[in-house]
């Protein structure tokens, strides 16, 4: 089991910036890759960042790519996203996940992963609002 807590979202101007940040509990952190996704009002969770379990390697939706940064601590057990240049389409609510360990065998329990479904635990999500 993992326990994932988000903090951080709030209210923000156009062209400002906030720091997510998610903190696990429950399994080994620095064993497994972790996920930051979205959901704004009346539309699909949508993949946002994923970053490997050393945090060598990241991926980043192309909606956000060179704003956004994921990154993580081990030592602390958490994980960032930094957002700057933040738009009102950015407005969502945002959640970070971490993949199951019956999908310990894949690549992308390691290596993270832009699909929803390769995650089995969630937060329980931050709201982050952009206003123009």
């Known amino acids: 089991q993992v326990q994932l807590v988000e903090s951080g979202g709030g209210l923000v101007q156009a062209g400002g910036a906030l720091r997510l940040s998610c903190t696990a509990s429950?399994?080994?952190?620095?064993?497994?890759?972790m996920g930051w996704f979205r959901q704004a009002p009346g539309k699909e969770r949508e993949f946002v960042a994923t970053?490997?379990?050393?945090?060598?390697?990241?991926y980043y939706a192309d909606s956000v790519k060179g704003r956004f940064t994921i990154s993580r601590d081990n030592a602390k057990n958490t994980v960032y996203l930094q957002m700057n240049s933040l738009k009102p389409e950015d407005t969502a609510v945002y959640y970070c996940?971490?993949?199951?360990?019956?999908?310990?065998?894949?690549?992308?329990?390691?290596?993270?992963?832009?699909?929803?479904?390769?995650?089995?635990?969630w937060g329980q999500g931050t709201q982050v609002t952009v206003s123009s």
């Open positions: 996940a971490a993949p199951s360990l019956s999908s310990a065998h894949s690549s992308a329990y390691y290596g993270g992963s832009s699909k929803a479904n390769d995650y089995d635990y």
């Open positions: 429950g399994r080994t952190f620095s064993s497994y890759a």
């Open positions: 970053i490997s379990w050393s945090g060598g390697t990241t």
